[in-house]
């Protein structure tokens, strides 16, 4: 069997298993019960200065 059919086949059958287990995976961490206070924080971010800008960390004001 030449190199080309053996990786061919591979590819066919156990990497696309391994990546749809990787992608369930992925989508069952997300939807886990205690991420939702995680991702409530981060879509909150753009909100948190409303009156004025963020203070810059490597800013220095005069």
């Not at 086949?9 to 391994?18: F, G, K, Q, R, T």
């Not at 990787?22 to 948190?48: C, E, H």
């Not at 004025?52 to 220095?60: F, Q």
């Amino acid at each position: 069997m030449e190199t080309y059919s053996l990786l061919r086949e591979i590819a066919d059958s156990w990497v696309l298993l391994a990546l749809f287990i990787f992608f369930v995976g992925v989508i069952v961490f997300v939807m886990r019960p205690g991420s939702s206070k995680t991702y409530r924080n981060v879509a909150d971010i753009p909100f948190r200065h409303e009156d004025k800008p963020a203070p810059g960390g490597d800013a220095k004001e005069a």
